[in-house]
């Protein structure tokens, strides 16, 4: 009981260390809500496709996305500063500590996205209310997969901040342009191999854009395929992060680095 | 000069062994240019753009200038927050020699950066011919020179609070892409986001930039203001920079 309160109280701190971070809300910020109210706009003057009203719940899922990731920039900065000495000698399990990074890192993701979800709810009049509070459980799972991602990313590139950033950066970019956040899947068919295609919808982040359009935007009622495939796509990239970044852990202890 | 060359060196070593940094930017280019761009250009149909991957690539090579253009700016100020201005002030050369370095190591990365992903570009438009290369280059550093020297220009804030600056700058480097004309031409643009557009410097290096490689002059603004505006902001703002850091850097503690 006492080990799971330090879970907590860690996982609090980092969750709290994610919006106290200015220039990292900054940056969220203008990113997510210029490219809903902005570029979502402009790019639908461009096209005869509704673009604004496809492209607004993904910025959900991109503010989702980026949100998670910064888990691995926090857990790299403990890495490099040292931080990560001291909470080994917390009286923590080498697990609780690497439980409470994915719990914050999915926690504040869902926190902010879910400001990004109050905002597209706003702008394109969605009245399912409900159907989106029952989305937030499968958001919450889906960031803790991502922030796994992020942690794999950090334990790989050890105190290497250039690798991690790269790393970060090309998985980032290429998750997001192999799925159906930015573009309808026939485009994608038109244009990439068929061998693709899976990826493309077996991506995570293509799920959730499109479970938040349909069930949340559109009023479809939910359906519980959608969302187990959310669920089987997420848990993977949780527990392969947890792993990682476990390894990583035992590492420092046996070591005192990596 | 062989001490600004060595000092320029010194600064870059470090981001060339190895060159993470620059390959990356090449790779998400190249992704963002093959795969985005394709697939998105299928989506607009206004005619008046024709192929929207063209345009989606000179965007990129714009966005790639400013923000080399803007690390520079801010790697001033984190020299300052980090102790080591102070080091480099204490150095048997000038303040202006100082200020050169910046810019020459400012200039370097930028040429790097933008070497593979400006050919591509010309490939992608069949415009490669050694005209429109110098011409792009020159178009490009002088947008990078102004970027850099606004940068610069809002460093004395960094003085103050260097967790506000960086916020600052970031937050309104986003802002200043998404409202100018680097991801869509300035006709599309509603009548509120145009005006804001008219104020970045990014709409008139991208339509300057277009221009030369032949795109429609008839989405584009007139290239004379274009050059007019780039011009006065790399000499205004680098002014700026060399008084900044002629007269204001000496002592200071970034907060």
């Not at chain 1, 334990?155 to 159906?180: K, M, P, R, W, Y």
């Not at chain 1, 359906?223 to 420092?252: C, M, N, W």
């Not at chain 2, 600056?165 to 892409?177: C, D, E, K, N, Q």
Request: glycine share 6%.
């Amino acid at each position: 009981m006492s080990e799971i309160r330090v879970i907590l109280a860690i996982a609090r701190n980092d969750f709290s260390y994610f919006f106290r971070t200015k220039w990292l809300m900054a940056i969220l910020l203008s990113l997510n809500l210029s490219d809903m109210l902005v570029v979502a706009l402009v790019y639908g003057n461009m096209m005869t496709f509704e673009y604004f009203n496809y492209f607004v719940p993904a910025v959900v899922v991109m503010g989702l996305f980026a949100a998670s990731l910064d888990t691995g920039r926090r857990i790299w900065l403990a890495l490099r500063e040292g931080v990560i000495q001291y909470e080994l000698s917390l009286p923590v399990s080498t697990q609780g500590l690497v439980i409470a990074y994915l719990l914050a890192g999915g926690a504040a993701a869902l926190v902010y996205a879910s400001s990004l979800l109050t905002i597209a709810m706003i702008v394109l009049q969605a009245s399912a209310i409900l159907s989106a509070l029952m989305l937030l459980p499968f958001l919450f799972v889906l960031a803790m997969g991502l922030a796994g991602i992020a942690a794999t990313l950090s334990a790989i590139a050890s105190t290497h901040g250039e690798f991690f950033f790269a790393f970060q950066n090309i998985v980032q970019v290429s998750l997001l342009t192999l799925s159906t956040v930015y573009y309808p899947l026939d485009k994608i068919q038109n244009y990439l191999p068929s061998f693709i295609l899976p990826i493309v919808t077996s991506n995570p982040l293509s799920l959730a854009a499109e479970a938040l359009r349909q069930y949340t935007f559109l009023g479809i009622p939910i359906e519980l395929d959608l969302l187990l495939r959310i669920l089987l796509t997420s848990v993977p990239f949780a527990i392969v992060g947890a792993f990682a970044y476990l390894g990583a852990l035992r590492k420092i202890q046996a070591q005192g680095k990596i | 000069m062989r001490n600004v060359i060595r000092l320029v060196w010194f600064d870059l070593k470090p981001e060339l062994s190895p060159p993470v940094w620059i390959v990356m930017e090449w790779v998400v280019f190249l992704v963002q240019v093959g795969i985005y761009g394709a697939i998105i250009s299928q989506l607009v149909t206004n005619p008046v753009i024709g192929d929207y991957k063209q345009f989606y690539a000179v965007g990129l090579v714009i966005m790639i200038t400013f923000d080399m253009a803007s690390h520079t700016g801010r790697h001033f100020v984190e020299h300052a927050h980090e102790g080591r201005l102070p080091y480099l002030l204490s150095l048997p050369i000038s303040r202006s020699k100082l200020f050169l370095t910046i810019a020459l190591q400012g200039a370097t990365e930028l040429a790097l950066m933008l070497s593979v992903p400006l050919i591509v570009t010309l490939l992608i438009i069949g415009n490669l011919t050694w005209v429109s290369v110098v011409a792009c280059i020159l178009a490009l550093f002088f947008l990078g020179f102004g970027v850099a020297g606004l940068m610069l220009g809002l460093s004395f804030i960094a003085f103050k609070s260097s967790d506000l600056y960086t916020a600052m700058v970031t937050g309104l480097s986003a802002v200043i892409i998404r409202f100018s004309t680097v991801l869509y031409p300035f006709i599309v643009l509603p009548s509120q986001y145009a005006s804001a557009a008219a104020f970045s410097p990014l709409t008139y290096g991208s339509d300057l930039v277009r221009f030369i490689l032949g795109f429609d002059p008839t989405i584009l603004l007139n290239p004379y203001y274009a050059v007019a505006v780039l011009a006065g902001l790399a000499v205004s703002t680098l002014g700026l920079g060399i008084f900044l850091a002629q007269r204001l850097v000496e002592g200071v503690k970034s907060a």
